[in-house]
């Protein structure tokens, strides 16, 4: 369906490679490709059900068969350090390169010490890459420990007290989605909300 003629609630689902169709009253979402096949002139389209909009619950996922079950990766630290301290390291390597690649590999070396592809795989930031990054240069692997470095420094200005900032990166990396899916979101729970507001976050 044409964007203009969706609910408001189900726009945000019709993105690239995903259309929203309303179907027996309910909008339902469907992720469509295309291939070359041979002896047709044209690309054929192929569409898979991905589940039911609600108005109120947002995307209810179709149930999915044990080989279809999801690739849950984490979403909410990485998440939470792009929004809150992202513009801040940037700011203070501007002697220095900060590019996207740079600033990503920072985060994943912050999170869990490296930044090989296997450790780039657990974060919803690998999204970001078509390819695996190689860090070969001394230069690059200086910057992405200057940036991982600065990260670790501003996250404690922000949560000055170290149990509260332990606790809410323990909570933080437990947020996690499928990498799968068309549109990532969570739900925080109480007590992260709770820990969010003492330090006036969101």
Do not use: W
């Amino acid at each position: 369906m044409r964007i203009d003629s969706l609910p408001d609630f189900a726009k945000p689902y019709k993105t690239k490679g995903y259309d929203v169709r309303l179907v027996r009253g309910s909008y339902q979402l469907f992720k469509v490709t295309s291939k070359r096949v041979e002896g047709k002139k044209y690309p054929v389209l192929e569409q898979s059900y991905v589940g039911t909009i609600d108005p109120d619950k947002g995307l209810l996922p179709k149930k999915l068969s044990p080989s279809e079950s999801p690739t849950l990766v984490e979403y909410g630290l990485s998440t939470f350090i792009v929004k809150h301290l992202k513009r801040k390291v940037q700011r203070s390597m501007f002697n220095h390169s900060c590019s996207e690649q740079s600033f990503i590999l920072g985060v994943i070396l912050f999170m869990y010490g490296h930044t090989q592809e296997r450790f780039i795989r657990l974060s919803y930031l690998s999204k970001s890459f078509t390819t695996t990054p190689e860090v070969t240069s001394d230069a690059a692997k200086s910057r992405i420990k200057k940036i991982a470095s600065l990260i670790k420094t501003y996250f404690e200005e922000l949560i000055p007290d170290d149990a509260d900032r332990d606790y809410l990166i323990v909570l933080l990396r437990e947020l996690k989605v499928d990498i799968n899916a068309p549109k990532a979101s969570v739900i925080y729970p109480k007590e992260l909300s709770a820990l969010l507001a003492k330090y006036k976050l969101k």
